[in-house]
């Protein structure tokens, strides 16, 4: 059966439903369903359609990362400049999301109708670096000067697209579409050759066209994995992402968020001798709620630093594709003798070669001294699936600074 077949014959079931021996995700404590305000939905297999396919659910997918049973297939737009900002639009089928609020997620439908999951790529031209998801872009959707849709697109995360921006978007007919993008100032603390860029905001204006050949482009690319990996513990690679150059040929790489790998942070790295070891993520790592932590101590004098402090660096990402996670919140503690010397919020924090980190200056820590990472608030943003049962439930990290 070929991708289009196995979509057609889907379209009759109604998405949440199972589809080809797979369900949707068992209930949980906070789990909802929400399909007034995003996107649209079920393709109805005839040249009207809207091209939106029900794609494979797992049942009783891990509270981990794992695999989901397809890889999307898209359409690249070409990078645009916003202000300090570049972008990248996408575009692929309406589908499912979950949208997280404290330590709840709640699942976000398509409805039924005509549109695309629009989805925006930022990051800074100069260093290639993928932009955290805390400066959400608002986009405006005209057609022939009417005004179709306007809204704040979710932070999200996806394995094949790592964080980017993104919603389902309901058009009404047909045709091309002027999407106009306002991205507001940077409020991520900034240091080394970012700390003075993105303090204002960027519009830009792209268009779209919405179509038959669009729809069946997206369905005909459409991937379906073997049946029996469907849920495996795991993560899809980052899909390589370039443009096709339009008329003018060429096209641009659109970056992907992966942090540096644990090795290439400096300082005095704090590790947790009981962490879980895998294969195919970073070893050795601390890990709670399936993501995987680096921690370390950068020497005083670091440009993250206040003055000649030394500075507490936490880098939590995805455990195989080395994604950040954003969003979150937490502190440290640490511990010396049996008391806390130490108890300070982590900052969000963005740096050309660190990538997104929190963390905090420390003005008396000593070999020995324990430190305990408390999380908060797991990432606030929206997951795609694969992601949507990981990084809750996230336990404090115990680690210590080894002694000379």
């Known amino acids: 059966m070929d991708r289009r077949t196995f979509l057609r014959r889907t379209t009759a079931v109604p998405v949440g439903l199972a589809v080809a021996g ?6 949980e404590s906070g789990e909802a369903t929400d399909d007034a305000e995003s996107g649209n939905g079920a393709d109805t297999g005839d040249e009207t359609g809207g091209g939106t396919a029900p794609v494979p659910r797992i049942e009783d997918p891990p509270a981990a990362v794992y695999l989901p049973g397809h890889r999307k297939s898209m359409r690249i737009l070409e990078p ?31 409805p039924a109708g005509r549109g695309v999951h629009l989805m925006l790529v930022c990051w800074d031209p100069e260093t290639g670096l993928v932009l955290p ?31 980017h921006f993104g919603d389902n978007v309901a058009l009404p ?26 303090t204002e905001g960027g519009t830009a204006t792209f268009e779209l066209t919405y179509d038959r050949a669009f729809r069946e482009e997206i369905v005909d690319g459409l991937e379906l994995l073997e049946q029996e990996r469907w849920g495996e513990r795991g ?32 300082g005095t790295r704090l590790v947790d001798s ?28 670091s440009r993250l630093a206040d003055g000649e402090e030394r500075y507490l660096l936490v880098s939590p990402r ?19 003798n049996g008391s806390t010397v130490v108890d300070r919020q982590l900052e969000g924090t963005l740096d050309a070669a660190f990538g997104l980190s929190y963390g ?37 990290l115990e680690v210590a600074i080894p002694p000379t």
């Not at 797979?22 to 209930?27: D, H």
């Not at 872009?137 to 094949?160: A, F």
């Not at 995805?318 to 010396?336: D, E, H, K, Q, W």
Request: aromatic share 8%.
């Open 22 to 27: 797979c369900g949707a995700p068992s209930g």
């Open 80 to 110: 645009i400049e916003a202000g300090d900002y570049a972008l990248a639009p996408l575009l692929t089928y309406p589908h499912p999301f979950w949208v997280v609020t404290g330590s709840y997620r709640r699942i976000v439908e398509p």
């Open 133 to 163: 998801g805390d400066a959400e872009p608002r986009v405006t959707v005209s057609r022939n000067g009417d005004e179709i849709t306007s809204r704040s697109l979710w932070p999200m995360l996806s394995q094949e697209m790592g964080v």
């Open 173 to 198: 007919d047909d045709g091309t579409y002027t999407v106009g993008v306002d991205l507001p100032p940077l409020p991520t603390r900034r240091t080394g050759s970012l700390a003075r860029r993105f």
């Open 235 to 266: 993560a899809l690679e980052p899909m390589t992402r370039r443009t096709d150059g339009g008329a003018n040929g060429g096209g641009a790489d659109v970056p992907y968020s992966a942090l540096p790998p644990a090795d290439d942070y400096p």
């Open 274 to 301: 009981d962490a879980d070891t895998d294969a195919n993520a970073d070893p050795g790592l601390p890990r709670s709620g399936d993501a995987a932590f680096v921690v370390t101590l950068l020497e005083a004098g």
């Open 318 to 336: 995805t455990p195989y594709n080395r994604v950040p996670l954003v969003n979150m919140s937490m502190r440290a503690v640490i511990g010396r």
């Open 360 to 396: 905090r200056s420390i003005p008396d820590v000593r070999p020995g001294d324990s430190v305990r990472i408390v999380i908060e608030s797991s990432p606030q943003a929206a997951r795609h699936q694969g992601y949507e049962t990981a990084f809750f439930d996230m336990g404090s």
